[in-house]
């Protein structure tokens, strides 16, 4: 069953949500500060403006007296300002200024009031806010100064609308975008998901979709599918391996049964007696099929690897030249070993040494001289040119392999036509190549002109 994800439910919507949330908390923040100071330092400007006026108007009092004031008030109320001015006596009658009444919410001596006011005649008027300071002169006068501050509260409302509505904007536009964004995401997830399902149905084939865009999801898909395709190629490996299986010890298995069957009809003893030699004969060749296959499923799968050790690998080399030497000069033939310097690899001793036995013992099978009919095997280590591996030969003077072939001697149960005569398994190489893998190195084949040179690297410790 396939299940499709919502859209608002994708890490990528919440990540651009929580994202943009402190984002418009930070930019909020910021512009609300700038607000605040703005409108604070345009109050602070109009209540200076206020101060300086009752500042003049007092010190005019005490110079000139009440007609000194008057005179002033008179004087600037005629100017239109948009400053207000109300002078009253003791008794709250009006002496000057151009607002009617006193507001009735005046606190006391040298106090803020808010008040409304009004402004035009007839059908045209309007109200609007006055901001005014309120001080008591002496003889019982009361002085009354402010100003009409609806332009500025206008502006500040402007402003917080303004700040208001680009926040609002601000997260409508990143919603939209996170939900656009996140939809996009999905449908890269979603068809990721569906080649992932397809692949757990059967399907090895099918690989994770990759937009070429190189970002993050490409490359997981990237990495995803060269595990795929080595996964497959592992399954295809199985495959071939359990079909080989069969089929090359279906025919040892059978002559087993059937020469087991032949003795028990027999009642001859030397009859029994070779039956069973033959028989443990036949079992010891499955048995060594058995151990070779072992031995490259824990190569390929890395279990030997807390065997590794720091070994020179030239004296690998050498000692198995010593083991061979004798076998090569009794079937008439010689096996040289020019392996001097010391060569340091971090591998394990006893899979190198049976890597190398593997190679002599095919040179030894399949690399007779045609002219001669008799074995010439050359054994090799040096460094490479530039110093980084050990480079490793075993050289032969048979008739060679075609180039075609080279790559498909490494695999399993694999036997050219002129091996299907000589005793063997056709594991052997494909052991070499896994213990290859295993330590970071490479098998490769090359023509020795005549015969076949098996090369194999390993990296050096450095």
Known sequence: MQIKASTFKTTAFKLVALYLLIFALSVGAILGYVFWNTALLLERQAEETIRSEVQALGDQYRLRGL????????????DQTGTIFLLDNA???????????????????????DFPITLGKGQHQIRHTAHAYHVELPDGFRLLVGRDVEELRTFRNLIKNTLLWALGLTMALGLGGGYLTSR??????????????????GDLSQRMPVKGSNDELDRLSQSLN???????RLMAGMKEVSSNVAHDLRTPLTRLRARTEAALRSNNAQEHRVALQQTITESDQLLATFNALLSIARAEAGQSREGLTDIDVSTVLTEVAEL?????????GTLECRAIEPLLVHADRQLLAQAFSNLVDNAMKYGLDPATEKVAIALTAQRSEDG???????????????????????????????????????LGLSLVASVMKLHGGTLKFADAGPGLQAILELPLQR
């Not at 007609?67 to 005629?78: K, M, N, P």
């Not at 002496?95 to 001596?109: A, E, R, Y």
């Open 67 to 78: 007609r000194g004031v008057v005179d002033i008030i008179e004087r600037r109320s005629a």
């Open 388 to 426: 980084s591996s050990a480079i490793i030969t075993i050289t032969d003077k048979g008739r060679g392999v075609d180039a075609k072939d080279h790559a498909r001697m490494q695999d399993r149960f694999v036997r050219l036509d002129e091996s299907r005569t000589k005793p063997g398994n056709g």
């Open 324 to 332: 061979y030497e004798p076998l090569v000069e009794e079937a008439g």
């Open 91 to 113: 008794r709250g009658d009006r002496v000057t200024g151009n607002l009617v009444d006193m507001p009735p919410n005046i606190l006391g001596n040298g106090t803020w009031v």
């Open 184 to 201: 996009n995401f999905l449908r890269r997830v979603d068809a990721i998901t569906d080649a992932s399902r397809a692949i757990m149905d």
């Open 226 to 232: 060269e595990m795929l395709g080595q996964i497959e």
